[in-house]
Nanobody
């Protein structure tokens, strides 16, 4: 059974930091690209950061470049999102995503973790 379990969300003041974790199970973690998405109220879900399965390349939304860092530990089947310099506009539910193509596309999602940036 595939599971993606996010943790680390919460309430933080502007300028603060949080580290999100996503523990994966039920699939071969190293064969999947791992991504973080977020969805704010009334807005569409957007890609925040991604980490490829091959080559270790990363991508970031322009709005988080220089502030957020995605990393993965294949030995622990875990992907992280270090968020620094948080802003109120970063407030959203953050979702972990695993994606791969083996003939067909496999796309798994976590349940989400709330991040609220407010003073």
């Amino acid at each position: 059974q595939v599971q993606l379990v996010e943790s680390g969300g919460g309430l933080v003041q502007p300028g603060g930091s949080l580290r999100l974790s996503c523990a994966a199970s039920g699939f071969t973690f190293s064969r999947y690209a791992m991504n973080w998405y977020r969805q704010a109220p009334g807005k569409e879900r957007e890609l925040v950061a991604g980490f490829s399965r091959i080559g270790g390349s990363t991508i970031y939304a322009d709005s988080v470049k220089g502030r957020f860092t995605i990393s993965r530990d294949n030995a622990k089947n875990t992907v992280y999102l270090q968020m620094n310099g948080l802003k109120p506009e970063d407030t959203a539910v953050y979702y972990c995503n695993a994606r791969a193509k083996f003939g067909q596309t496999f796309d798994y999602w976590g349940q989400g973790t709330q991040v609220t940036v407010s003073s």
